[in-house]
Structure formats: C-alpha cells, structure tokens
C-alpha cells in the first residue's frame, strides 16, 4: 500500500463528480438550450424565388428568395428555433440606402411573412444602411465621413419600416450615437412603445467580419468602419458604449463578436441588469467550419464547446450561424 493511501489527506477530489455522465450532467453549470439561439438569414429582393446562392466563405450558409427564407424557416422552426436576426440584400442601393426604410422592402416583406406564417417566432431585424448604400458604409456620408446626426433620422425610418412590417425587435448595428434614443423616440411617437430595442452595443471593429461582408455584400467601397466601430484593444470604452445605451432605453445589449471578446461579454454581464447578447460572428463560423471540413475537429463537441464559452461568460442569448444545425442534430433542447 502507498504512502498517500495511508494517510487521510484531505485534498480536493473534484474527479468524485465527473466520474459518470449522469453526475458530470447533474452538476454541470453551464447549459445551452435552443431558447437561447438566434439564427441571421440573409434575404435577397428578388424576383426568382428559387433563389438560393452558397456563400463560399460561409459553408452552409446561403443568400435566400423571400420563398426560400420561408422554406428554410419553416424547416427550422418544426426543429425548434425561436428567434431568428434578418439581414437584407436589395435590388438597387444609392448614396442614402433608401431601399433600407421602403415599406416594400426585402426586410419589411420578410416580416410580413414570417409573422403570417410563424406568429410564434421571435421576428429581430438588423437596423444599418450598410446592406443599402452605394459606398457600404453605415450612414451618410459628408465628404469621405460618415455624417452621424444625419443618419440617425435615417435610422429611425428603418427602424419604424421594420415595426410596422411586425418586427418582434429592432437591432440598430450603426454604431451611431445617439442612435437607441433616437429610435427610441421614433418609436414610441408612433406607438409601438411595445417594440424593443437590441443594441449593438459594443460593436468592434475587427477582422472576424469579413465572410459577413460577402454574405450581405456590404463591403465599404472605401475606407474603413473604424471612426463609428470601436477599437479591439479597448474594454472601459465597451462599457461606456453600453452603459450610454442602456441610459439611452435599449432592452437588450450585445457584444460583437463574441469569441475573441469574453472577457468584454464577462465585464459586460458584471455591469448591466438587461438581457445580453452575444453575437458568434462569421469568421468565427467559418474558422471553425473550416477546420470542421478539414478533419482537425469534431463537428459537434467543437460547436458546442464554442456556444458554451459564449454561455458560459454571461449572455442570455447567442446570434449564431450554428442555430439551425444544432437544433436539427438534437445537440440541445
């Protein structure tokens, strides 16, 4: 017999509860459910409504008709999903991305026709003009600057295109200040005080954006976003851009992306009592695809572990490409 097995030690013994599934489950502290996922859909205005175009950069991801989208929701939807972040691709842009608030508009009739078809879905539509502008940047332009007053009144007018198309929650992603008050306003002066606001809070500028960009083809034609989206190596500025829009009436608070940015999720979670939001974003989903595609990780023990991370430092949702496979895999409930 050992010496140490003589001795009655009282050190740690944390291998007691992971030595079967069943304990390791009933003692787990973190856990994911299909209530907490959003899946973004990109949504094309167009007239072919077979429409259905791969995203190279996105494996398994895909720009999608108005049919299409229904199809795909539909789908979805009998797999459990919930909630669901809307980006539009339009027929035409110009200078001030007026297609972004046309009541005909691929979003606004996206809207329609989800909450026609599925009530129950929780409809959020993204709030930007990037998707919209002949230039790809997020507002209006003064010179080779975005002019930020100016766009706000711009901002409101989606924002309101979108609430009066059935949009559960609007998501201004602008990066303007100012932006959750203005809307704010904007809304509750044309009754729908009952609409809520999921702010972009922390919006940074990074470099995990990019397969997003081909995705809703918004890629500034000049320049970049780094005078409105914040600086990677800053956390005080992530919680004052938060705390201003909480004090601004946002309902719900988003840190983007999520991943290379859990300890702003943590700091985040530590400060506000709103729900947060966590946005795993397209370089994420596509680092992780890749390496999925190259036999370099278990598809599902690595989308899952990513998810929990994201969990695990202190949101309550998670806006991630992953939804519609997780919840067809049963790798929650």
């Known amino acids: 017999m050992s010496e140490i097995s003589q001795t009655n030690h ?48 996105m494996p398994g991801q895909n720009q999608l008709s108005l049919t299409q989208l229904i199809l795909r929701v539909e789908k979805a939807v009998g797999n459990g999903l919930r909630a669901c972040l809307l980006f539009g691709i339009p027929a035409h842009k110009d200078e001030q991305g007026s297609e972004g ?17 599925f009530p129950e879905l929780t409809v959020i539509t993204d709030v ?17 600057e975005v002019d930020n007053d100016p766009t706000l009144d711009l901002l409101c007018n989606c924002a309101l295109s979108h609430a009066e198309a059935g949009a559960d929650i609007v998501a201004p992603s602008a990066m303007m200040d ?12 044309n009754g729908f005080t009952h609409v809520p606001i999921m702010s972009y809070s922390a919006k940074f500028a990074s470099s995990f954006y990019g397969p997003f960009r ?15 989206q ?22 719900i608070l ?39 595609s190259n036999g370099w990780l278990n598809k599902d023990a690595a989308i899952l572990e990513s998810l929990t991370s994201i969990k695990r430092a202190g949101v309550d949702l998670i806006i991630t490409y992953f939804s519609e496979y997780v919840l067809e895999a049963g790798l929650v409930k």
């Open 178 to 189: 100012g932006a959750v008050q203005a809307i704010r306003a904007a809304l509750d002066g």
């Open 10 to 57: 009282s050190f740690f013994r944390g291998r007691r509860l992971r030595r079967t599934e069943s304990l390791r489950a009933l003692v787990q502290e973190t856990r994911l459910s299909r209530d907490d996922l959003i899946m973004p859909y990109f949504v094309v205005n167009t007239q072919d409504c077979n429409f259905c175009k791969p995203i190279e950069a």
């Open 101 to 117: 608030w046309a009541a005909d508009g691929v979003v606004q009739q996206a809207c329609r026709l989800l909450k026609e078809k």
């Open 128 to 144: 930007c003009l990037c998707e919209y502008t002949a230039h790809g940047h997020c507002g209006l332009l003064a010179g080779s």
């Open 230 to 251: 914040m600086n990677p190596a800053n956390s005080r500025e992530a919680l004052l851009e938060t705390l201003s829009d909480v004090e601004e009436g946002a309902d």
């Open 214 to 228: 081909e995705a809703a083809e918004s890629a500034p034609k000049f320049g970049n976003r780094k005078s409105y």
């Open 254 to 292: 988003m840190v983007k992306p999520a991943m290379p940015y859990l300890d702003i999720l943590r700091a985040v979670r530590e400060t506000i009592l709103q729900p947060l939001a966590g946005y795993q974003v397209s370089g994420e989903y596509s680092m992780l695809m890749a390496a999925i």
